[in-house]
């Protein structure tokens, strides 16, 4: 089955390739590299890592007050009577179970952090959307790739790398900002692990949030 569909793949790529090459202009761009020369979007990286470390720091508070129930517990089990001992054992319960709703809240799927990203970075991918959009109609490019999407690019010629006509549509493209990108994966927040005895959130995103090098082409078109 798996053969199947990365068949199929090829040849839907095949085929859009084709179909560019004999009749119309295609090209590509790289918009994680691209995100990362606009100040707006290493803002918005900074204060959803600062939001993330802060929320970490609350669950493992929270793990501590945990911990410390727990060896309460073990210390005064002996002396306790029957029904002491179980309504300190459904406190600790109750405790388990308000730090995985909390952690599943902030970081779980369509959690806190996971709108807090969208909510930050949708302005900045839709200005590099629009500014793409621009640099295809002025080129009149019929199909535009990312390179750093999920579609594996095997080989890329320069010639068809409209990164930089990208960069100077957003006004990004001086000497000494238009430089490649140094080596290296792009920071991108973490989400943090579950305190113990806490099972994780289900994963979040979209995305994401893939870290990825981008190298920048020597060449120039016209």
Not at 153 to 173: K, R
């Amino acid at each position: 089955m798996q053969k199947l569909i990365t068949w199929m793949m090829a040849a839907l790529l095949l085929g859009f390739t084709a179909t560019a090459a004999n009749a119309q202009k295609f090209g590509y761009v790289d918009s994680e590299f691209i995100m990362s020369k606009l100040p707006a979007y290493a803002q918005a990286q900074q204060e959803l890592n600062t939001l993330s470390g802060n929320w970490q720091k609350d669950i493992e508070s929270q793990k501590r007050d945990l911990d410390k129930l727990y060896r309460n517990y073990q210390a005064e089990e002996v002396v306790l009577t029957e029904p002491m001992k179980k309504k300190r054992q459904d406190e600790i319960l109750k405790k388990e179970q308000d730090i995985k709703a909390y952690q599943n809240k902030i970081f779980g799927f369509e959690g806190q952090l996971f709108k807090k990203r969208q909510e930050l970075t949708k302005p900045v991918q839709d200005q590099v959307f629009e500014a793409i959009e621009k640099v295809a109609k002025k080129k009149q490019l019929a199909i535009v790739f990312d390179k750093s999407g999920d579609l594996t690019m095997l080989y890329t010629n320069p010639v068809h790398d409209y990164t930089e006509f990208v960069l100077e549509e957003l006004g990004l493209a001086s000497e000494d900002r238009n430089q490649p990108a140094q080596k290296g994966a792009v920071r991108t927040v973490t989400t943090p692990t579950a305190p113990a005895g806490v099972e994780e959130g289900t994963a979040e995103e979209a995305a994401p949030t893939r870290t990825k090098t981008s190298a920048r082409p020597a060449s120039r078109k016209n």
